[in-house]
């Protein structure tokens, strides 16, 4: 089971990230989006900058429009979870190695 204690990251952020780029890569506004959604432009920035939470529903319709699959949009969030866990296995090595005495065979 993992322990959630140990993963500090913003989920909404990082898919607001995701989102922001492909739509950048597809040349469209922000505008132009929240109109595809039915949302205000100032909704849609707050979902890209991750202040709020998107509605699943929309990040459905977001995926199908931008024509990318819709684990995209999560991909940092895994690559934020290995290194959090990254960085705790090496804090624990080091404090091994650090309090275990030298050995000389």
């Known amino acids: 089971m993992m322990?959630?204690?140990l993963i500090n990251?913003?989920?909404?952020?990082?898919?607001?990230?995701?989102?922001?780029k492909k739509r950048k890569e597809?040349?469209?506004?922000?505008?132009?989006?929240?109109?595809?959604?039915?949302?205000s432009?100032?909704?849609?920035s707050r979902y890209e900058r991750g202040l709020n939470k998107i509605d699943l529903?929309?990040?459905v319709t977001l995926a199908v429009y931008?024509?990318?699959?819709i684990y995209w949009f999560f991909e940092d969030c895994f690559h934020a979870e290995e290194e959090t866990?990254?960085?705790?296995?090496?804090?624990?090595?080091?404090?091994?190695?650090?309090s275990?005495?030298?050995v000389i065979f």
Not at 9 to 20: A, F, S, T, Y
Not at 41 to 44: G, I, L, M, R, S
Not at 66 to 69: D, F, I, S, V, Y
Not at 86 to 93: L, V
């Open 9 to 20: 990251i913003n989920v909404n952020e990082l898919v607001g990230q995701r989102i922001q």
């Open 85 to 98: 866990e990254d960085r705790h296995t090496s804090q624990c090595i080091y404090f091994m190695a650090e």
């Open 26 to 39: 597809l040349g469209y506004t922000g505008a132009h989006i929240a109109d595809k959604l039915g949302i």
């Open 100 to 102: 275990t005495p030298d």
């Open 57 to 59: 529903s929309y990040l």
């Open 41 to 44: 432009q100032q909704q849609f």
């Open 3 to 5: 322990d959630y204690d």
């Open 66 to 69: 931008l024509r990318t699959p």
